[in-house]
T-cell receptor
Framework: EAGVTQFPSHSVIEKGQTVTLRCDPI?????LYWYRRVMGKEIKFLLH????????ESGMPNNRFLAERTGGTYSTLKVQPAELEDSGVYFC????????????FGSGTRLTVV | KQEVTQIPAALSVPEGENLVLNCSFT??????LQWFRQDPGKGLTSLLL?????REQTSGRLNASLDKSSGRSTLYIAASQPGDSATYLC?????????FGSGTKLNVKP
């Protein structure tokens, strides 16, 4: 079974540019989550999709971040325009049900804004 | 506010030592407590999950305990090996999401 796939693995962009991160969940997993870890801080929840609908977006930091999940399959997280404080590692996870042991995390996208 | 604190932030031990990583949380209304391992450039690997009705879980050389009354969890690693070097994260699971601690970076020296 393929795991959660994220790409790119690394991205370096200039302040003010746009970056789009992609996450492919495990096939059949209705739940998709985005988390991020910024420098020196703990990993924090961003949002949760159930299929194509946003179930919980309480962790989205501001309106420069836009997450979509087309057709309930893969998801994208766009940052526009990127700021220096957006640098960090963005993790995606998916699960079939709403229980902790069903979660699978991707390896993350390391975003560096210069 | 649901805070998770991990102590120490970093730990360096010689191979073969037994060690304990600590995790504390502010809200005792916990549903699940999970320990993860993260290797550089890799994702989060689930190690042990303790459900709210349980007190501990064991897998090989790892043992995790949960004390809800004191708001603490510990991860015990027996006979540490260089391959155990990684960052260990504890996280509580409530309301369909994880709340993570900042992790303990473990280095096991050969």
């Amino acid at each position: 079974e393929a795991g959660v796939t994220q790409f790119p693995s690394h991205s370096v962009i200039e302040k003010g540019q746009t970056v789009t991160l992609r996450c492919d969940p495990i096939s059949g997993h209705d739940n998709l989550y985005w988390y991020r870890r910024v420098m020196g801080k703990e990993i924090k929840f961003l949002l949760h999709f159930v299929k194509e609908s946003k179930q919980d977006e309480s962790g989205m930091p501001n309106n420069r971040f836009l997450a979509e999940r087309t057709g309930g399959t893969y998801s994208t997280l766009k940052v526009q325009p990127a700021e220096l404080e957006d640098s960090g590692v963005y993790f995606c996870a998916s699960s079939q049900g709403l229980w902790a042991y069903g979660y699978t995390f991707g390896s993350g996208t390391r975003l560096t804004v210069v | 506010k649901q805070e998770v604190t991990q102590i120490p932030a970093a730990l360096s031990v010689p191979e073969g030592e037994n060690l304990v990583l600590n995790c504390s949380f502010t809200d005792s209304a916990i549903y699940n407590l999970q320990w993860f391992r993260q290797d550089p450039g890799k994702g989060l690997t689930s190690l042990l999950l303790i459900q709210s009705s349980q007190r501990e879980q064991t897998s090989g050389r790892l043992n995790a305990s949960l004390d809800k009354s004191s708001g603490r969890s510990t991860l015990y690693i027996a006979a540490s090996q260089p391959g155990d070097s990684a960052t260990y994260l504890c996280a509580r699971y409530n309301f369909n999401k994880f709340y993570f601690g900042s992790g303990t970076k473990l280095n096991v020296k050969p």
